[in-house]
């Protein structure tokens, strides 16, 4: 098992950043994929972005493309999300994620196939 805190969420106007961070510890943080997700009022929790083990590949959300990156530093098992050109509809509790052993950062872009979860942290995003 693995314990994840995220932070860094808060409250920003459209077209403005943030960057998220997630420190990890238990597992060998090293050892499996991490990502991020997020949930809205009344909606399912989402995928966002995925990031491989050593950090070599990501994966994103169509509706993140280009705006959002993740990134992870094994050496202090964190995991982070860069948040820019925010738009309302971003606006949600974003929950680090962390995968399977056996679950690649590309497959975990479901709730099942995460392991364990973060307690999240609030993004909210102004018109």
């Known amino acids: 098992q693995v314990q994840l805190v995220e932070s860094g969420g808060g409250l920003v106007q459209a077209g403005g950043s943030l960057r998220l961070s997630c420190a990890a510890s238990?597992?060998?943080?090293?050892?499996?994929?991490m990502g991020w997700f997020r949930q809205a009022p009344g909606k399912d929790r989402e995928f966002v972005a995925t990031i491989t083990w050593n950090g070599g590949s990501t994966y994103y959300a169509d509706s993140v493309k280009g705006r959002f990156t993740i990134s992870r530093d094994n050496a202090k098992n964190m995991v982070y999300l860069h948040v820019n050109s925010l738009k309302p509809e971003d606006t949600a509790v974003y929950y680090c994620?962390?995968?399977?052993?056996?679950?690649?950062?590309?497959?975990?872009?479901?709730?099942?196939?995460?392991?364990?979860w973060g307690q999240g942290t609030q993004v909210t995003v102004s018109s």
């Open positions: 238990g597992r060998t943080f090293s050892s499996y994929a």
């Open positions: 994620a962390a995968g399977f052993s056996s679950t690649s950062a590309r497959a975990m872009i479901v709730p099942s196939a995460v392991e364990d």
